[in-house]
């Protein structure tokens, strides 16, 4: 029995009292004293959802706890905008009254982190910015939709860099978001408030984007699963429908976890163009992996390792080959330059250029951080069509490249998702050298194996975690396979699960000290 079901059972037969008279129709505090609070906020949502199932708990209790868990912890770590904690309280009896009377919705009762970028009416959208600090949103985006009709109890929005543009959790508007890890490490970003939320158990589930690797890098510092779903697969907030290197996708403790939330907030909607049909169900288990072909590269072609991230990385290589896969190792001759000019190209012709070219005309960039001054001064560079193409043609070549692998028999590809958890919180690439490994490296890109899955925006990525660093922040590895193959990509992260060391167990917590 692992862990995880030792501590369901735990809790089980700790709650049998407080469960009887909620089977009663009573509504008291619940599990407070049977169970710390500690291992409320800790338990997965497939966890929660069986004991609410059989009335052993309540959603109101699971809600207090991380509220007061919230109170203790987040003045260290920073990950929330704002918060909605009174709402919440009343969403959730909403769902304890649901569970009496035997009509749960798919989430119902989990509480689950957005980030600021999500919102129902009225929520401020500041997108890390000074310059937004006042906007509202006027409708639900679409996630916010499938999540309240999945009976999701929404508590708090979390913290982004200004605009997503960095990996990296800081910005004028809201300060440093700090990894539960190493308080001095950086959590990733652009979803690092959602990171930190889950690592530091303030919430069961979140919500997050992923335009360069903004779901996969913080969920790889904060010992994650995230998945970067296919163009369309998610409905995109406003905006994102011509963005589609951009994808709005889940974080969560578990793979199980991941898939409850994924199947979820997937599917059509009908304020989106580009949402796909039909919705997909992501199951909670699946068929091994035993004699596929799985193909890999520490580096993508260029990349500086930390020892500590490659070492984590053969140690994954070795669990898929205990699932009986066959792993080899393949050659990429892809440019970090090239991919690094065509996503920026990609992103900043849309909306987003506007935006800061709107923000330049009125005389506003003062406001702006020092990073969201370098892209300004970047889109000043007159990206058009000529530009527009370079990056396309680019993208197609990469495309041909990873397509290959799989025409080669290959049944997935994968990689590192960052190459080292040596980032400052208040790193700033404007400003700062990077060193990994002995070597000087791009301080902007120079540590990230994910943009080049972006270009690529049909491709599924699922980032499952591989270990801790020696400065104890966690690292992980992205699962890759072919355009819109979603459950491949989830079968082979299932299977690693089922023999990976295990995150949120033991003495493998964040303990949220100051080391290096």
């Not at 868990?69 to 990950?79: F, G, S, T, Y």
């Not at 996708?249 to 898939?259: C, H, T």
């Not at 065509?342 to 987003?352: D, F, H």
């Not at 009125?362 to 300004?376: C, E, I, M, S």
Request: hydrophobic share 40%; proline share 6%; charged share 20%.
């Amino acid at each position: 029995m692992t862990i995880a079901e030792q501590r369901t059972r735990r809790a089980v037969s700790e709650t049998i009292g407080v469960g009887a008279a909620f089977a009663a129709g009573e509504t008291p505090d619940m599990a407070r004293a049977q169970m710390r609070d500690d291992e409320l906020c800790f338990l997965s949502a497939a966890e929660l959802l069986a004991l609410f199932k059989a009335r052993k708990l309540s959603p109101v209790e699971v809600l207090k706890a991380q509220i007061a868990r919230a109170d203790r912890i987040n003045p260290q770590i920073n990950c929330f905008t704002h918060t909605y904690f009174d709402d919440a309280l009343a969403a959730a009896r909403e769902s304890e009254a649901r569970w009496m009377k035997g009509d749960p919705r798919p989430l119902e009762g989990i509480v689950t982190s957005v980030k600021d970028e999500e919102a129902m009416t009225g929520w401020p959208v500041t997108a890390g910015s000074l310059l937004l600090k006042d906007q509202k949103a006027e409708t639900n985006t679409p996630v916010v939709d499938k999540l309240l009709a999945a009976g999701a109890v929404l508590h708090a929005q979390t913290t982004a860099p200004e605009f997503y543009f960095v990996s990296v959790t800081w910005s004028r508007l809201w300060g440093v978001t700090r990894n539960p890890w190493n308080l001095q490490a950086t959590v990733g970003g652009s979803s690092g408030g959602a990171g930190a939320s889950l690592s530091a158990g303030l919430a069961t589930l979140a919500t997050g984007s992923d335009m360069g690797g903004s779901i996969r890098i913080p969920s790889s510092l904060n010992g994650l699963y995230g998945f970067k779903p296919p163009h369309g697969r998610v409905p995109l907030s406003p905006g994102g429908e011509i963005m589609p290197q951009g994808s709005s996708g889940p974080m969560a403790r578990s793979l199980g976890d991941l898939a409850l939330l994924q199947s979820a907030i997937n599917g059509p909607h009908p304020r989106q163009i580009s949402a796909l049909r039909p919705q997909m169900q992501y199951p909670g288990s699946y068929p091994g992996i035993r004699d596929w072909r799985i193909a890999y590269s520490f580096d993508l072609g260029w990349a500086v390792l930390d020892p500590d991230v490659r070492r984590n990385m053969e140690a994954a290589l070795l669990v898929l080959e205990t699932q009986g896969a066959r792993v080899e190792e393949v050659k990429l001759a892809w440019n970090p330059d090239q991919v690094r000019m065509a996503l920026a190209i990609a992103l900043l012709s849309t909306g987003m250029g506007e935006l800061l070219l709107q923000i330049k005309e009125l005389n506003q960039a003062d406001l702006l951080t020092t990073y969201g001054r370098f892209f300004l001064a970047l889109t000043e560079q007159k990206i058009g069509a000529r530009q527009l193409g370079e990056a396309q043609r680019y993208a197609d070549e990469l495309f041909r490249q990873y397509d290959a692998l799989f025409d080669n028999g290959f049944r997935a590809f994968v990689c590192p998702t960052v190459t080292t958890t040596r980032i400052p919180a208040d790193f700033d690439f404007t400003t700062s050298k990077l060193v990994v490994d002995g070597q000087e490296v791009d301080p902007l890109t120079g540590w990230l194996l994910t943009p080049p899955f972006n270009l690529m925006y049909t491709i599924p990525v699922v980032n499952v975690p591989t270990g801790l660093a020696a400065n104890r922040v966690p690292t992980g590895m992205q699962i890759a396979t072919r355009s819109y193959d979603d459950l491949t990509a989830f079968q082979v992260a299932a299977a690693y699960e089922a023999a990976a060391p295990r995150l949120f167990t033991g003495d493998l917590m964040p303990d949220f000290r100051n080391s290096q």
